[in-house]
């Protein structure tokens, strides 16, 4: 069971921006645990976007960014490009779980 | 640098162990996380690099055990009294970061373990 929200789709045309929400709560997010982001291509494993909050692993463009603040987290992909299309999700550490927590993930879709 | 295997068809309330085979470094804290069939995430084990140290989700609590060896490169997950909710595809993965404030990086392809009658 997720214990982050996010929202199930979000959608923009080549070269805009989108965000993708991650909505925790006390346990998790709320209570200062950093907040990462994957990138699953279709047919692939997840791949890494952003950890700690901010951070892009080498490789990942800076087209991908990410933010937090109190119980929430937010990925923004600016540039849009068809190859973009895939599900995202956020992930942290629950401390009533004792455990890691993974967002409902989002579909990004471009037009 | 990270190849599951050992999925495969199995019956609810039997075993299956799966294998994951590490092409590289072989110290760190490492994870087992599945994705049901069209639906998202969830986190099952984790174990330190001794071995010392484990984890699990409550979901699988007292029916999963995580294992490694570490001169061999591999991590175990031995899976018992399967249910048909266990379907999913199980990736291992490598935990960077620090005891909480943990990210996965990189992960495996995957083994597809299906629990049917």
């Known amino acids: 069971q997720s214990v982050l929200t996010q929202p199930p789709s979000v959608s923009g045309a080549p070269g805009q921006r989108v965000t993708i929400s991650c909505t925790g709560s006390?346990?998790?997010?709320?209570?200062?645990?950093?907040v990462h982001w994957y990138q699953q291509l279709p047919g692939i494993a997840p791949k890494l976007l952003i950890y700690a909050n901010i951070n892009r692993p080498s490789g990942v463009p800076d087209r991908f960014s990410g933010s937090k603040s109190g119980t929430s987290a937010s990925l923004a992909i600016t540039g849009l490009q068809a190859g973009d299309e895939a599900d995202y999700y956020c992930q942290s550490y629950d401390s009533s779980l004792n455990g890691y927590v993974f967002g409902t993930g989002t579909k990004v879709t471009v037009l | 640098q990270l190849v599951e295997s050992g999925g495969g068809l199995v019956k609810p309330g039997g075993s299956l162990r799966l294998s994951c085979v590490l092409s590289?470094?072989?110290?760190?804290?490492m994870s087992w996380i599945r994705q049901a069939p069209g639906k998202g995430l969830e986190w099952v084990a984790k174990i330190s690099g001794s071995g010392t140290y484990i984890n699990y989700a409550d979901s699988v609590e007292g029916r999963f055990i995580i294992s490694r060896d570490n001169a061999a490169k591999s991590l175990f997950l031995h899976m018992h009294s399967l249910r048909v909710e266990d379907t999913a595809v199980y990736y291992c993965a490598i935990q960077r970061g620090g005891l909480r404030e943990v990210w996965f990086d990189p992960w495996g392809r995957g083994t597809l373990v299906s629990v049917s009658s």
């Open positions: 590289e470094r072989f110290g760190d804290y």
């Open positions: 006390s346990s998790n997010v709320g209570a200062g645990y950093d």
